[in-house]
């Protein structure tokens, strides 16, 4: 009721919540508001859709991670502060729960593998994937914080499984 389904990606449900319509609104109006310019903001404005292109394929990561161990994945939200891949059960074995919740970080160095050999074999200056791979590496680095409702505060715990017992 609170999110709209934007479709179906490998069978996964695309969903946005109604809260991240206020980023882009936000993001528009400051731009505007502080003297940069309609075409600046716009510019601005096509460079959060594509980091919220990489956090949906962070979160496909996940969802697909986790179809490899037969845990189906009921929908992705896309809210303003990120993703969130709601998967129907969470992994009873600690090596399972380490790769599903890796796969999203790992997916995110890719993209940004790609986009920086991308970057080198063009041999140009190409400021808007540059950044894009930067922000790329920043959600890698923040997703990896050990801290509840992050990727790391699922990594931490599942690695530590591995060699303490698993609490189900």
């Not at 179906?8 to 528009?28: A, D, N, S």
């Amino acid at each position: 009721m609170n999110a709209w389904n934007l479709g179906t990606v490998f069978g996964i449900r695309i969903r946005i919540h109604w809260t991240f319509l206020l980023l882009p609104l936000w993001i528009f109006s400051s731009a505007v508001l502080g003297g940069v310019g309609i075409s600046s903001a716009i510019s601005t404005l096509i460079f959060v859709f594509a980091i919220f292109g990489c956090v949906l394929l962070h979160e496909l990561g996940h969802a697909l991670a986790a179809r490899q161990f037969d845990i189906p994945t009921r929908d992705i939200t896309l809210l303003p502060i990120g993703g969130v891949a709601s998967l129907e059960r969470m992994p009873r074995n600690p090596w399972q729960e380490l790769w599903i919740a890796t796969a999203g970080p790992l997916v995110n160095v890719v993209i940004a593998i790609v986009l920086l050999l991308g970057l080198l074999l063009s041999a140009g200056s190409q400021p808007f994937l540059l950044q894009l791979a930067y922000a790329n590496i920043a959600l890698v680095v923040f997703n990896l914080i050990p801290a509840f409702l992050m990727d790391g505060g699922r990594i931490l715990p599942s690695t530590l499984a591995l060699f303490l017992d698993w609490l189900v």
